[in-house]
C-alpha cells in the first residue's frame, strides 16, 4: 500500500492522492484486499483504466483498489464461434484486437474504447449502433455485501443504454471476468450509422471485413481524439446522448439528429445539442477545454484541476438545458465532486 495521486491513473490526469492505493494482479489480491478494506469500513473506489472517470482534486481518503488481473481463457468452434472468459484487468482494445486475430466477429465496432474489460459491462459500452451487452453471456462478481463470488447471466445484469446493474447498485459487485460469446466469421454486423458508411464507402446495411471494420473505426475515433494517445487527456464522451420521449423529440428543431428506439423514443445527439447551445470546439474555462476535436470531449489542457473541468460541465450543461430545455447526464464517474 502506498498514497499516489490519482492523476497517474485516469486519462483526465486530474486526481488527489490515495489514502491507500492497491495494486491487484490477481483475483486472489483483488478479493483479499476488498475484504480488509470493508472489514475496517474504509472508502472503497475501485479503478480500472482510469478512462471514465473525474477525481476530485482532494484524492480519496480511504482504499483505492486498482485492478491489474490479466489472463483468459477461450474456446473457438468452427461453427458455434467462441466463447471467451477475460479477466476484469485486461485493457479492452487488446481484448478486441485479440478477437479480430482469431476470426471472431462482433466486436470489431467497439475498438478503441478505452478502458478494461471489467469496465466495460458495467457502462454497457457501445459505439457505432452496438453495445457490448450484445455480447456477453455472463458476468462473474465478488458481492461486497454478501462477501461472496456471484454470477450473473446475461439476462440478470440489466443492461440498458450506457447503464446495468453493476452501475445501478455502485460499489455492491467488483467485477471479476466477463465471458463473452462471438460470431465467427470474417465480416461484421450491418453497419448502421451513416459517418461510418459514408467513411467505409458503402451503403447503410452493408457488411464488410471485420477487420476493415475496426480499422476505420479507429480512424475515426482518432479523428475525435477519442483515442488514448492522441495528444488530448480526456474521459472520452462527458455526456450520454439523451432519449426523449417522442413529443420532447419533436419540439427540437427539425436538423437535430433523431434515432428512434425500440420502446416509442428518440435518442438525440448530446454533441449536436451542444455544439448549437453554443459550446464551441476548443473553447477554454481555466485549464479545461472542450477539445479541439469533439465537442463531447472535455479535456485537461495541461494544468486542468478537478474544480476547472467541473465549471466547464456545468457550463456546458446550464447552456444547453437554456436552448433546449434539456438536462444532460454525464457518462462519466464523478468521485468527490458533482455537477
Known sequence: MSSEN???????????????????????????????????????????????????????????????????????????????????????????????????????????????????????????????AEVIARVRTFDRQLSEIKTFAASECEFGYRTSKFKKEPGRYVILDVTFQLRRGEESLPVQYSELAKELGVEIGARVPIATLREVVLKLRGAKGMLLGTGIDSAGSFFTNPILSADDAAKLPAEAPRWPQADGRVKTSAAWLMEHSGMEKGFKLAGAQISPKHVLALSNAGDATAADLVALAKEARAKVLDKFGINLEPEVQFVGVTI
Open 6 to 132: 490519482l492523476s497517474d491513473f485516469t486519462t483526465l490526469k486530474v486526481g488527489g492522492p490515495a489514502k491507500n492505493l492497491v495494486h491487484a494482479r490477481s483475483e486472489d489480491e483483488l478479493i483479499s484486499a476488498i475484504k480488509e478494506a470493508d472489514s475496517t469500513k474504509s472508502p472503497l473506489l475501485i479503478l480500472g483504466g482510469g478512462s471514465n472517470i473525474l477525481v476530485g482534486d482532494q484524492g480519496f481518503a480511504g482504499t483505492v483498489i486498482k485492478i491489474e488481473t490479466s489472463g483468459n481463457s477461450f474456446e473457438i468452434d468452427a461453427c458455434s464461434g467462441g466463447t471467451l472468459t477475460v479477466s476484469a484487468g485486461e485493457d479492452w482494445d487488446k481484448f478486441v484486437a485479440f478477437t479480430i486475430e482469431k476470426g471472431l466477429a462482433n466486436l470489431e465496432s467497439l475498438s478503441g474504447i478505452p478502458g478494461t474489460v471489467g469496465g466495460a459491462p458495467i457502462q454497457n459500452i457501445g459505439a457505432y449502433g452496438h453495445e457490448v
